[in-house]
């Protein structure tokens, strides 16, 4: 958003400065407080609002040249230090000093020597692409701070809500567990009751049993030890007719109450975590160059490596090469020609093969039964990526943790998917000057081959190969 400034003498500050944009002498009118970049107004509506959030910077209207300071280098009338008769004409770049003409034929014969406004303009455009890459750095850090806040804060509310549902369900189970102990228990005592209560009523009829038994015995007594013989055989022909007694009969009962039997205790039955894909988000991916090869391809399309070779191929002119690697160069051992594209090929844990088509697609070969299907791999891209250009996933391997790596030659990315097919995370290769990644392998170190086309429009066969370290995935 532009500002006016205080007013001041503008005009005359304008004759003294040009535009920084287009380095011409067009009256200077703004000056951005975010960039520092003085700025004409065609430049400012043409050019500054389509620099990296350009739109949110500050611009504010020149009125008063004191404010903005800005100190004029006087490039031609520095006096040399060591010939206070002399003043510096010269850069040297071998010694990196300024020198005069007598510091040139005494110290600084045979040195390679530039002009001092040259060397002053080229340190210039170097220091200002550093606050440029500094300024990129600071707005991307801007952007991660902000998405780590956000993460922040969701985490802790996710937190706070599995830490409230951990003691919903603890408290549920506590309170379930007592219920059913409780029912269990007056199970306990009804079973006990009953049993009881028939157990003392068998006691009872035992009791009049023994009394009735008793009773009977001694009449028998009696009647054997009689010595009135009339008195004995009237006795007996009563004791015929009631020698054996009734007796009452008992209420069957269980030994004991029902047997208590400890179900199993399992943790599942409490709950478990469920495995949240948000988290992914938190993955960090790092690469950096160890070793790059030039070949002899106008790309390299597929990558795979062997013992102590690998086989590149070039799909647009359907080329395959077996090459070796030996210092910085690579020497063909084979070469063939080929009749069909091959963009990706990649086996997963369970021995299958994934197969990279160029399209959001991915097949899979089974290594049991042979048979092409779809595979769970149905990924289109981030639409934060993908948004401009159609995303095009050209190759694809599989990491020791059995995640698949997709490249996207079109946006310079590299997409991390898990084994369940969702995504992890992605890395802009071009952060770190790798353009137009093509074809991706590992190594049996561990190490990732990167694989690249060749700059658009470009005839030459100069397609670069990067072997990177890769941590995280």
Request: with cysteine; aromatic share 8%; proline share 2%.
């Amino acid at each position: 958003m532009a500002q006016s400034a205080v007013d001041g003498n503008s005009e005359k500050f304008a004759t003294h400065v040009n535009c920084e944009f287009c380095d011409t002498k067009k009256e200077v009118k703004w000056k951005c407080l975010d960039c520092g970049k003085i700025i004409c107004n065609e430049c400012k509506d043409k050019i500054h609002k389509k620099i990296r959030r350009g739109k949110y910077h500050e611009i504010v209207e020149i009125k008063e040249d004191k404010q903005l300071n800005f100190p004029e280098t006087d490039l031609v009338n520095t006096k040399c230090q060591d010939h206070s008769e002399q003043l510096y004409s010269h850069f040297c770049k071998t010694c990196e000093n300024l020198v005069c003409p007598s510091c040139i034929v005494k110290c600084n014969k045979g040195h390679e020597l530039i002009e001092i406004n040259e060397m002053y303009h080229s340190e210039i455009n170097r220091l200002k692409k550093g606050q440029s890459i500094l300024q990129n750095d600071i707005a991307k850090a801007a952007t991660k701070m902000h998405e780590e806040k956000q993460k922040q804060i969701s985490e802790n509310s996710m937190y706070c809500k599995v830490n409230k549902d951990i003691n919903t369900q603890e408290n549920a189970l506590i309170n379930a567990v007592k219920e059913y102990a409780q029912i269990c228990r007056m199970k306990l005592n009804k079973n006990h009751k009953e049993i009881s209560k028939n157990i003392e009523e068998n006691i009872d009829t035992i009791s009049r049993n023994i009394n009735q038994f008793e009773e009977k015995y001694n009449e028998l007594e009696d009647s054997i030890t009689t010595a009135d013989v009339a008195a004995f055989f009237r006795s007996v022909g009563r004791i015929d007719r009631k020698m054996y007694v009734g007796k009452e009969k008992t209420k069957s009962t269980f030994n004991f109450s029902s047997n208590f039997i400890p179900g199993e205790i399992s943790l599942s039955h409490f709950g478990e975590f469920e495995s949240n894909e948000n988290w992914f988000d938190y993955l960090t991916v790092d690469l950096n160059i160890n070793k790059e090869y030039q070949t002899e391809l106008c790309r390299v399309g597929y990558l795979f490596s062997c013992t102590d070779s690998l086989w590149i191929a070039d799909n647009k002119y359907q080329i395959l090469q077996k090459v070796k690697p030996e210092g910085n160069t690579l020497n063909i051992l084979l070469a063939f020609k080929v009749n069909t594209p091959i963009y990706g090929i990649a086996v997963t844990a369970s021995n299958n093969l994934i197969l990279a088509t160029g399209k959001s697609k991915l097949l899979q070969i089974c290594g049991v039964t042979g048979k092409m299907t779809d595979s769970i791999y149905q990924y289109k891209g981030d639409p934060n990526i993908s948004a401009k250009s159609r995303f095009k996933p050209v190759a694809i391997v599989t990491t020791p943790k059995d995640n698949v790596v997709l490249a996207d030659v079109d946006t310079h990315t590299i997409h991390f998917l898990s084994n369940s097919g969702h995504l992890l995370t992605y890395f802009h290769t071009n952060d770190i000057g790798i353009l137009y990644p093509y074809s991706l392998e590992f190594t049996s170190s561990g190490q990732l081959n990167i694989g690249c086309g060749r700059l658009p429009g470009s005839e030459t066969k100069e397609a670069m190969i990067y072997k990177v370290t890769i941590s995280g995935c």
